[in-house]
């Protein structure tokens, strides 16, 4: 099993922070694709909900290369779908939200 955490503040829903955890494990080579994801949310904090996105590796897969890949795909999905990975340990809301749209992911010297 492979297990990592993120939080997201309460102006995100939480059925939507579970879908973009699930997506990104089922796209994540390396994640066993026989064995549906599983989001939790292990903490209702002042400002923001803790969850854990577990799922379970292929048996070849190398672990510091997987989390790697999986991070990368927590990442592109929720720039996707314009949902900013931010606790709110900030003064104030951002005026415009704290994104990467899909044009500019590879941008110099990332390429490709």
């Given at each position: 099993m492979i297990a990592t955490?993120?939080?997201?503040?309460?102006d995100t829903p939480w059925r939507q922070v579970e879908a973009l955890l699930e997506q990104a494990a089922r796209r994540t080579p390396g994640i066993d694709p026989a064995c549906p994801p599983q989001v939790r949310k292990l903490a209702l904090q002042d400002f923001y909900i803790e969850y854990e996105l577990q799922a379970k590796a292929l048996p070849d897969a190398q672990t510091?290369?997987?989390r790697d890949a999986l991070h990368g795909q927590i990442l592109d999905a929720f720039?996707?779908?314009?949902?900013?990975?931010?606790?709110p340990h900030f003064v104030e809301q951002p005026a415009t939200q704290v994104v990467?749209?899909?044009a500019r992911w590879r941008e110099?010297?990332?390429g490709q």
């Open positions: 955490r993120v939080t997201i503040g309460y510091p290369q997987l720039n996707e779908f314009g949902v900013q990975i931010m606790s990467v749209p899909p110099p010297p990332a």
